[in-house]
């Protein structure tokens, strides 16, 4: 298994302090940023003006998760900002090898996400493009939610075409990640994992990073 990455969620963050809120999570791989427009997912966070000012105080990279409809359209304008990783929904797609494409070109890896009802099977011919796919284990939208186990063996299958393709492709999780549940991603498979509440609800946020990394790692060695 790859070296387990842990992305802090900023939607469990303090929004009025945001800066000092990264500054929490330097020792983490990246900073999971969820980009909602109220359409796609009932909630409504931020946008390209406030992404760009994350990139220049962050110390670490972005991750950027598009919880938006017409992500086709959307989608190149955060990886021409610079974040390193910029994650659409394959349900808000229209052309989503195209757009991977479209990413990569502006520098950026490129992500897909499915939400939980979403089978996995109708896009494993697209991972040859992608740089990460992402497993909802929750339904998108809002954080603080439990990890629904029935996800499980979805993760695996995921993992097993991933292992099967050269194991190139990153396979994250979100959703309900705890210490506990972290566990069980971890041995199905999954090597990305986007903490919320996990982190930034814990007293020392870099402590439950280093707690989090240490129980994928255990699980999935």
Known sequence: M???CIHPSILS????????ELARIATADAVHVDV?????VPNLTLGLPVVERLLAVSPVPLDVHLMIEDADRWAAGYAELGCESVTFHAE???????????????????GMALRPATPVEPYLDLLPELDMLLIMTVE???GG???????????????????????RVALQVDGGITEETIVRAA???ADTFVAGSAVYGAGDPEAAI??????AHDAGS
């Open 2 to 4: 790859p070296q387990p």
């Open 13 to 20: 963050a303090d929004f009025v302090n945001l800066e000092a």
């Open 36 to 40: 909602m427009d109220n359409h796609f």
């Open 92 to 110: 808000a797609a229209r052309a989503p090898l195209k757009l991977a494409r479209e990413l990569h070109a502006h520098g950026a890896r490129a």
């Open 140 to 142: 998108p939208g809002f």
């Open 145 to 167: 939610q439990a990890f629904l186990d029935v996800m499980l063996p979805k993760i695996r299958r995921a993992a097993e075409a991933i292992r099967a393709g050269g194991g």
């Open 187 to 189: 041995e199905a498979g």
């Open 210 to 215: 280093t707690a989090l990394r240490r129980a």
